[in-house]
C-alpha cells in the first residue's frame, strides 16, 4: 500500500522540520486519521519526492520531519497539453483530475461561444486557483511529482493567436503555456473522418483541443482549420465533453505512450 503523498508549493530538503499548512494537516489529522511516527511522502512539483515522518498532532497542527529524497519521476513517455472547453460543475474538475492521472502536461482552460459558464476578473482567477488545486490534488492520488500548470482562461481565438504549431510561425505568448510552441495540434470532431490511430505517431508535444457542452460554432471550427488543427474523431458516437478529452488521451497512451 502506497504511503499518504501531500503537495506542498515550498522548498522542501532532507533534515527539515516544520508543520504542514492547514489544508494537509486537516487531511492527514482527520481524514487519514494518521499517528505520530507515521510515513508520509511529500513533493512540491520540483521534481522528485521526499520521504517524511510525523513528529507531533495537536488538534490540527501536524509537525513533520524530512528523512530523505528519492529521485524518482512517473511522467508519461508522450507528451500532451490539453485545451479543454470550460464545462459547467464539477464537469471540469473531472475532467482535469482525470486527465493528470492519464498524463498530460499542461493545461489550458478554453472559453467558447457555447460554454454554459462565463468567466472573467476575479471569478476567473478563482477558478484558475481552484483548478490548480484539483490538479495537484490528482498528483498526490496518482503518484505524479511534476504538477501540471493550469493557464487562465483564453477564448479560442484568443489562444490561437498566441500560440504556435508544427507549420505556423511563432509568435509572442500571452500564456502562461506559451513556451509549449511548435506542437502539433489535434481537436476532437464527429465529423472528422480521421481516427487516432490513422496518425503518425508524435515527433513533439501535442495540443488536444476539446470543446465544451454542445462544442465549438462554426466560426470557431474555421478558426482551428486555419491553425491547421488535425480533426480526429473517436468512433460513431458523440461523446459528452467530460469523456472525450479523457477517451482520446487514454487512446493516445495506448498508441504511442506508456500503456
Known sequence: MSLPRFYLNAPLAPGARFSLPSGPARHAARALRLGVDDAITLFNGRGGEYAARIERIHKDEVAVAITGFVDVERESTLRVMLAQGISSGERMDYTLQKAVELGVTAIQPIS??????????????????????????????CGRNQVPVVAPPLALANWLGHTSFHGLQPVESRSPLGQHT????????????????????????DWLVA??????????????????????????????????ALAALAAMQTLWGDF
Open 112 to 141: 467558447a461561444r457555447r460554454s454554459v459558464v462565463k468567466l472573467t476578473g476575479e471569478r476567473a482567477d478563482r477558478r484558475t486557483a481552484h483548478w490548480q488545486g484539483v490538479v495537484a490534488s490528482a498528483c498526490e492520488q
Open 182 to 205: 511548435g506542437a502539433r495540434l489535434l481537436f476532437l470532431s464527429p465529423l472528422a473522418e480521421a481516427r487516432l490511430a490513422d496518425l503518425p505517431p508524435p515527433k513533439g508535444p
Open 211 to 244: 470543446g465544451p457542452e454542445g462544442g465549438f460554432e462554426d466560426d470557431e471550427m474555421a478558426a482551428l482549420h486555419a491553425a491547421r488543427a488535425i480533426p480526429v474523431r473517436l468512433g460513431p458516437r458523440v461523446l459528452r465533453t467530460e469523456t472525450a
